[in-house]
């Protein structure tokens, strides 16, 4: 289990690193490059998506693009912090 | 259960999470298919409508023959291609049950299409998403009727010959020739390589959330729906992931354009 | 009629016994000679008599049709289809989704002349397809035989009490004759039976859901399951062979037939009486599980001379020997083709033998 | 008792309706019948053939391999006669039939039963049309008589057959086959020609 | 490889073994675990070192792919379809058909586990759908039942032989671990057989047209077709009984198993005669006609205990139990699922018997 | 032979006459059934293209069945609704040969629905002839997939319900849809009531036979060539045989309307 | 089978009237009127047609529609007289 | 003689590969091989179990149920090990095993064959990648170094081997391949860990 937010920040996404087969369709798919694939091996051999707050091109938004495209449940949840 | 560090579960909600309608475990699927992204698009939008407790999954034989596994509803699995026939055959005793099917196109296009195109014309208030990757995935990669002119697959090593193997068929387009459907729709699901950018769009899979949404809703209201899916098998492309959506929204789209072909209750006006 | 009795085809009793069973769904494909059944069915629909009658709807194939009937009784619903030989070969791998789904249906296979297209005249010929698995994966069906157009009538609601008792497709196999032959029938009185199916797919509503799947991937689950499935063949066997037999019991010689073939032989044993030989008629209404308890009873009480009677090239004698084991001599007596052998070429036969 | 029939003609000529008569009008009766259609080819145009058999107790065998009585409806059924019982009784519709049998061995019964049927015009379709298909009711009447059934008592019972089998549209004939199932008995009553069944054949 | 040797699996070499001996044309639907037949095809089509080779054409299903074959087998070409189970089922109808035509081509079942979709692995459970006709009216097809990766090429060739001698469907029945098993083989250097086919219907052209078909309207007609065809079953029956044995002759328990099984088998009968055990084993080489002869032999020359070992819940078992007609005691030790049972299982309950 | 009365043989000469492509046996089809006008079409048809030693028919399960009871030609039998795919058989190992079927309604649009859209879209070189007569004729008057609404059949005894059954298909309508057939026409083969006079046109056969003859020649060309006849079934639809001419071509003929859908390769301007 | 026609007519039709089974489509069809349904049986039993050279409407011209509108080849031959 | 071996590991590590090196070594040899794959499920990720038997006679059953040789190539396999023949040798692939097996009556060699093909970089694909992957040819080695195949003499015959399912694009890893092979024949003769396996089990 991936956690990589920092506390607080405005919006947070939990990758479920076990499910994470590597595919990198949400590193592609993120607008503001939040996410990335870690050097480490899962359990299934796979090189797991690592979520960071401050992505390559901003913060995350929770716009929520990365669930969406996740064929592997991975991204298991994608929150908000509480106004 | 994850826990977000340093950061209390109570100062943060959900926007998107989990869903019962999801069994929880991992899937079979080869990495970035797209049979694990409609998976969750099914699962949100039978969520959304509150009808996990009446929904008959039933499994077609292909990749999507796991889907019971994944969709926490109740399945009957039906025989290579006759998905719609037993979907019908569940309806007609059982109009208050919402029923569905993800089928494969060798399942759909193939050796079922005489299933498909009857229920259709019956108008068999059900509704159908076909995963096109134009080719048999489960299998091991043989021709599909879906497979472009050209492609090699391990029946056809020289490319698809379509002088001797037919053109490709196009299953949504023999469906908006009939009257039965209502809702007959075609998405390329692949996220898709944006130009210049290493950016790739998630427009596929957003506007096939939506679609599936849409085609729930017909059939609640006795229509018969269909969305076919244009998705990508990169192990039996022998393609990298990306590679492999790269050629289905650029290549495999040209063939199979997607749109919404027919609409006969406006469920996509709102 | 006044005193309660109907006067009908075989195939239209077996549309009426069904009905009279509480049959909900009908799918199915016409083909000659059981094409009364579809069309006696289409009468009854929404006829307010049968309120449980729910659908009837003619499908494009046969495999249209089997695949309906697997996803109607999926729900738990009392579904039938029939058909004729070609038809039921389609029907051979939903037929086998279905046993191993553990689904319970009726499939009435009104049996034609075959192989091929054949012609429209009776045989025996699908006796084998049927009690041994026409489709791949070594399941059984379990097999009816009625031999008259009462019981045309009534092995509809036996044969649902047998698919739910045992969760697997019941094969009502009749022929053209029985199916065209019109006899004065009565339809006892009773309310159609009713099943629990916790089973059943049919929207979990807040209990656990129910995936009916033949897939297993795994060769222990699927082993468990194809031990399961073996055993549940072998409680069938044990509890449910059922026969009939005609002054069999101080037989030298008995004749084993089913269906009309068997009535011809009743003919046939009268007449052998009357010329002073012991003859005798056993005769199989399961199929499948074959009655060898009940035939081999008659061995013990000294019966050694069977003459098996059928429309083919000899199939069930193959489980009239298994049966036997070699105890007893058996002769075959067969006709093909849509011809039925005449009751004196079997008295004749007989009495050759009895010498 | 038991009594075995069979019926023969071509197609159109109502064989089959024939043989249901009989039978329904056995069931009537409040014994057991079995009927038996021509299968096969012959069903559309050629030789039409049928059994039925009667009797007190559960039929045996609804196949009739030695009729008690054949009836034949044109030339070609004659081929049928061969199977006849000896001492068993052969009506046959002499409207269509020159040749009589050969065999010695039986009753014979000639009934014209076409030119009886067709007599009965007044009884046909309005603006008047052939009614020469209600032969085959005209040797139902035959085999009555020749059963050796009283007729008298009895029209309600016949009248009741053919409401069986005339239903709905075909309501309206009733009437004529009525009558021409009287045709037949009558002109079995009144011919008694070479011998008549004996009456326990069917009693 | 130097020697004349190939290295390839089951599949690949009933692929080229049908090349070699001459196929014209191939019409399929892939299923695995028959899909490498196809694949193999597809690469050898229109290479010059197979000239006959004329058409691959993968259908769009089991019944156009089964209806396909059956129009090229009607001109006299030598045709091949391979499939699994549930594709097997769907032929059924077309086989009936065809065995009722009278058209010689080879259907190659590479047996899965069933029923249903069940999985992939290894199972003989369409023993009785291939031997007793899993289609309708009553036909027989001859089938084969290889035991390894050379049988596997050398089979196709006596298959067309016996189809052709015949004018009969032949079935090649292997199972999932046969077409994946990959081995050494050789391919002897023989120029395929040709066939007259006098019967062919593809142009008159001057002489005497022909037509195939399996109507029969006229119930004489179709009985004499139907007798021709039980007395060619006969005849078959008598003629083309193969089998192997292996230390069968001075056996006290012989073990009766066929394909991948009768290997392991082997290794037992081998374990056992190191235990001093006088184990043997027979195998059936055409699962129909099923062997009767030489299993009787066997009995004659004194073996009384005989272990069957299958894939099934007991399926060859019958043809077993039918050719000893009791004379001998019969054990059943099978295995199902995809599962195999271990040597060593067959070598316990042999020495458990023989004790 | 016939003699006429006092007219020498010699002093005529035949203009249409016996054909040796015909057995000379008579039918079983029902008086005035277009099954029997059509085989003497394609009997002259066959016999016009010197073709007859190297055609094989095949027979198709219905009242075409009988076929080769009639025609002169080698013949193979295929299972009800695979034609198609048999005839497909023939072809690709014996393209020399000519190849053609008669099929019905229920064996091409219903049951064989999935070989006939597959081996149009393969573009067979092959010929098949549609006896559309709306109904299931040889077994007895069950609803067809051509059933026009409303009609009674044996299996619909109040008359074709299209919300439960579907609405009529149109199997020549999906052929042109698709790319492979090279010709599809639709052809109202009955003679057909005239207005006011009580002569009846004959046009439908006289169109018929040219089709018939245009729709080989597209397969000598290498070309797949379909034409459907919409025919009757007089004893199945119980009316007279006049009454089903009028019936066929006025209001079957507008559900199914004659015409000339596709000629890839411009045959019928000759 | 039917000969009807007088010596020596432009054209004449051959009616095989054992092949007929009185479906009146040629009668119907003759734009002449030559046909018409005989009064008499044949072996099927059917009222066969009878061909006549003076039509209602006129001669016959050797037109060839009763040939291809009968299903039952019953109409044999159409001849003309040799010019 | 007869050598029975199991190659053991997860879907993508050439378990597959690795025992078709094997059987085909031993057929180039001039005997008689079988080789058994992993059919089922697990062809897609999971565990991948093959057989190898190799004899100079035809061999009997293709089935191994007690390998003389084990080679295991991830931890999850080593539930395998219990299979192995007393006295037998497991070879594992001790990059991604760390517990060794509990069985103290089989002789044991740990080779690190992932790390040992990732050293192999210079071989890789141009603009350099992953050559772990090569560590099924490590195995190989180690399997004839263990079975006593001189390799001296044999490079031959091991590019041989590997020329036959190296074909076409894939030709270029012939190189790598044959490297790893020699650097886990290497290891295991420089490594005379435990005991090594009797030279008779191959000969
Ligand atoms: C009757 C039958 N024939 C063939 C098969 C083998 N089979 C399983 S899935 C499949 C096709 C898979 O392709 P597709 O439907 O496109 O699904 P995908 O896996 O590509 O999603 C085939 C041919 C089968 N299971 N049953
Ligand atoms: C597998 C199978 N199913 C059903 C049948 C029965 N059957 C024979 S012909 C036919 C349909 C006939 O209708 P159509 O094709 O329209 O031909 P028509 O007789 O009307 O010309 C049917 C259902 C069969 N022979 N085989
Ligand atoms: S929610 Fe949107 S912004 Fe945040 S990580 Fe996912 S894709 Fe990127
Ligand atoms: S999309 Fe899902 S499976 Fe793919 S890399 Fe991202 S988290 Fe992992
Ligand atoms: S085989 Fe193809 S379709 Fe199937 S899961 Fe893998 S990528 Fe998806
Ligand atoms: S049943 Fe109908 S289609 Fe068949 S021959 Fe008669 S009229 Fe023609
Ligand atoms: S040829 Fe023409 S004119 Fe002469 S009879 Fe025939 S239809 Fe009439
Ligand atoms: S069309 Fe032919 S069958 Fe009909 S009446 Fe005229 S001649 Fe006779
Ligand atoms: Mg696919
Ligand atoms: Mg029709």
Redesign the pocket.
């Known amino acids: 289990m991936s956690r990589s937010a920092t506390p607080l920040q405005k919006s947070l996404v939990d990758v479920d690193s076990e499910f994470c087969k590597g595919c990198s369709l949400c590193v592609v798919s993120c607008p503001q490059r939040n996410l990335k694939l870690s050097e480490s091996f899962n359990r299934l051999g796979f090189h797991p998506a690592e979520f960071h707050y401050h992505g390559e091109k901003g913060d995350c938004t929770a716009c929520g693009i990365c669930y969406w495209v996740c064929p592997d449940f991975a991204i298991a949840e994608v929150r908000r912090v509480r106004r | 259960m994850t826990v977000v560090q340093g950061a209390p579960a109570a100062e943060y909600e959900v926007k998107l999470g989990r869903l019962s309608t999801l069994t929880g475990r991992p899937t079979h699927y080869c990495a970035g298919c797209e049979?694990g992204i409609l998976t969750r698009l099914v699962a949100n939008a039978i969520e959304e409508l509150g009808l996990r407790e009446r929904t008959v999954l039933v499994d077609s034989?292909?990749?999507?023959v796991f889907a019971h596994d994944y969709i926490n509803t109740d399945a009957v699995q039906a025989?290579?291609g006759r998905a719609p026939a037993v979907m019908s055959g569940i309806k007609r005793v059982r109009p208050d049950l919402m029923v569905f099917a993800v089928?494969?196109?060798?399942?759909?296009v193939s050796?079922g299409l005489l299933e498909l195109l009857y229920a259709a014309n019956r108008a068999e208030p059900i509704t159908i998403f076909l995963?096109n990757?134009a080719?048999?995935?489960?299998?091991g990669g043989q021709m599909?009727p879906t497979t472009p002119e050209g492609m090699v697959t391990t029946t056809t090593p020289q490319g698809r010959d379509v002088a001797e193997t037919g053109r490709p068929l196009d299953a949504t387009k023999l469906l908006a020739g009939l009257d039965g459907p209502s809702y007959v729709k075609r998405v390329v699901l692949p996220i898709a390589p944006m130009g210049s950018t290493d950016l790739y769009s998630a427009r596929g899979p957003l506007e096939g959330a939506k679609s599936v949404l849409n085609a729930f809703k017909v059939q609640m209201r006795g229509g018969f729906s269909f969305v076919e899916f244009v998705s990508t098998?990169s192990i039996n492309w022998k393609m990298s992931v990306l590679e492999s959506k790269r050629f289905a929204t650029e290549t495999l789209a040209k063939l199979f354009p997607p749109g919404l072909y027919k609409d006969k209750l406006g469920v996509e006006k709102g | 009629m006044m005193d309660g009795r109907d006067f009908m085809k075989g195939n239209e009793a077996l549309a009426i016994g069904a009905l009279k069973a509480g049959l909900n769904a009908y799918f199915a494909y016409p083909i000659t000679p059981s094409s009364e059944v579809p069309e006696t069915l289409a009468r009854e629909f929404k006829s307010p008599e049968y309120p449980e009658f729910r659908m009837f709807l003619q499908a494009a194939s046969e495999l249209e049709a089997i695949s309906m009937v697997i996803g109607a009784a999926s729900t738990g619903a009392k579904v039938m289809t029939a058909t004729s030989g070609p038809g039921f070969s389609l029907k051979q791998?939903g037929m086998s989704y279905a046993a191993a789904m553990e689904l319970p249906f009726l499939v009435a296979d009104v049996n034609r002349a075959g192989p091929g297209l054949g012609n429209l005249g009776p045989e025996q010929s699908d006796y084998l397809q049927a009690t041994r698995g026409g489709g791949h994966g070594g399941y059984r069906n379990i097999v009816l035989a009625p031999n008259s157009v009462q019981e045309m009538a009534a092995f509809p609601g036996l044969g649902f009490s047998l698919a739910f008792k045992y969760r697997n497709p019941v094969v009502i196999l009749a022929d053209a004759f029985l199916g065209q032959l019109k006899e004065d029938i009565v339809f006892p009185k009773i309310a159609p039976e009713r099943f629990p199916t916790p089973w059943a797919a049919s929207g979990a509503r807040g209990a656990e859901r129910h995936v009916l799947a033949s897939l297993h991937l795994d060769f222990e689950d699927q082993s468990r399951h194809a031990e399961h499935l073996a055993r549940k063949y072998e409680e069938v066997e044990s509890a449910e062979q059922r026969s009939d037999s005609y002054m069999a019991s101080d037989a030298d010689v008995v004749l084993v037939a089913y269906g009309v073939v068997a009535r011809l032989c009743r003919r046939a044993v009268k007449e052998l009486r009357e010329r002073r030989v012991r003859a005798g008629l056993f005769r199989p209404v399961t199929l499948s599980p074959f009655p060898s308890n009940d035939l081999k009873a008659l061995v013990d009480k000294g019966v050694k001379k069977f003459v098996v009677v059928e429309l083919n090239a000899g199939q069930m004698i193959l489980d009239v020997r298994l049966a036997l084991e070699g105890r007893g001599q058996i002769e075959s007596v067969h006709k093909m083709g849509g011809l039925l052998p005449a009751a004196s070429d079997v008295v004749r036969r007989v009495e050759a033998l009895s010498k | 008792m038991k009594v075995e029939v069979i019926t023969a003609g071509q197609g159109g000529q109502g064989v089959l309706e024939l043989a249901n008569y009989i039978a329904y009008f056995e069931i009537m009766k409040g014994r057991h019948a079995a009927y038996t259609p021509s299968y096969g080819p012959e069903s559309r145009g050629g030789k039409v053939k049928c059994y039925v058999v009667a009797s007190d107790e559960q039929i045996d065998s609804p196949i009739v391999e030695e009729p008690d009585v054949l009836i034949v409806m044109n030339a070609l059924s004659m081929d049928f006669v061969p199977m006849l019982k000896a001492g068993g009784t052969l009506i046959f519709n002499s409207s269509l039939v020159e040749q009589g049998p050969r065999r010695t061995d039986i009753k014979v019964r000639r009934v014209p039963a076409t030119a009886l049927a067709a007599s009965l015009k007044e009884l046909g379709p309005p603006g008047g049309g052939d009614t020469s298909i209600a032969a085959n009711s005209v040797m139902f009447g035959a085999f009555l008589a020749v059963a050796g059934e009283p007729l008298a008592g009895q029209t309600e019972a016949v009248r009741e057959v053919l409401a069986h089998f005339f239903t709905e549209r075909k309501a309206a004939y009733i009437m004529l086959n009525s009558r021409a199932v009287e045709t037949g008995y009558a002109f079995v009553t009144d011919h008694p020609e070479e011998t008549s069944a004996p009456r326990e054949l069917l009693a």
């Open positions: 049979h034989v292909g990749c999507s025989p290579h089928q494969g196109d060798g399942d759909a050796i995963v990757n080719i048999y995935g489960m299998t599909a098998c | 791998e």
